[in-house]
């Protein structure tokens, strides 16, 4: 369990979903620019940074390629590691693919597991948030069978990648839903909260943060426990900081 103390003004940062490379040209572009805003933003007062998945709309791999695209993003994310800043990065479902480019060539940590983190003593569940909860069993079965099957894994690193990186984009795209934006469904069709209020009953927690809905979200679990959802960077601009004893949810707008 990581535990980290804040010193005094600084602040934890979190995001998730840019989905980096979706939509292709300058919109996709101008969204990358102001993630890079947001990071200068917030580099100064910066004890950690935390980005809970989907960065990437694709992402794999291979042993001599990496896909073309986002080299300002990562840039700044090296940027910062090696101004003393860290940062952590979880894999979602559109970059499950990660392996160890971004952990040795930028110096992020990264996780393909939940974690439970203590912060201020304050105890955290992070989660990108795909495949927990109940329902979706299409997509469970998907991660299980063949998004990590060591085999189909490895016959795709024998796509040429103009094919591979081609055919993951056609599936992404031909599945979006991130046109436009996600709204509340209710507390019986939000599973991520479900997960949550679940999980407060066996292992408590203060906070639940996860990405993966795509709606930003601060809602009650417990008397001092709150679920939160980080949204995304398509339609919203959201993010998450924690200032040492309370987490809040706001949207960057320049």
């Known amino acids: 369990m990581h535990v980290l103390n804040l010193e005094k003004g600084k602040k934890i940062y979190l995001a998730s979903d840019f989905h ?16 890079l805003r947001w ?12 980005l809970l998945g989907d960065m990437f709309d694709f992402w794999y791999e291979y042993k001599k390629v990496v896909p073309k695209g986002f080299v300002r993003f990562q840039g700044k ?24 480019y971004l952990s040795e060539e930028l ?50 690193e024998w796509l040429h990648p103009n094919l591979g990186v081609g055919l993951a984009h056609f599936w992404s795209d031909s599945r979006k839903k991130d046109r436009h934006k996600e709204v509340f469904r209710g507390r019986e069709n939000e599973w991520l909260w479900e997960y949550a209020l679940e999980m407060e009953a066996q ?7 996860f990405g993966h809905r795509h709606l930003p979200l601060y809602l009650k679990v417990g008397e001092k426990s709150r679920y939160i959802n980080l949204g995304e960077w398509l339609n919203f601009y959201t993010y998450a900081v924690f200032e040492g004893e309370k987490m809040h949810l706001k949207r960057f707008l320049k």
């Open 77 to 100: 994310i090296a940027s910062l590691v090696d101004s003393g800043v860290p940062v952590v990065l979880f894999a979602g479902n559109h970059d499950l693919w990660l392996f160890d």
């Open 203 to 209: 292992n408590p927690h203060d906070y639940y943060v």
């Open 20 to 35: 980096l490379g979706y939509p292709k040209g300058s919109i996709g572009r101008e969204r990358e620019m102001k993630i």
């Open 39 to 50: 990071l200068d933003a917030i580099a100064e007062d910066a004890a950690l940074v935390v």
């Open 107 to 156: 110096g992020v940590t990264v996780f393909k597991t939940p974690q439970t983190v203590v912060w201020n003593g304050k105890k955290i569940y992070l989660a990108h948030g795909d495949g927990l909860g109940k329902g979706d069993y299409a997509y469970k079965w998907l991660k299980k069978w063949i998004f990590t099957n060591r085999f189909l894994r490895w016959g795709f």
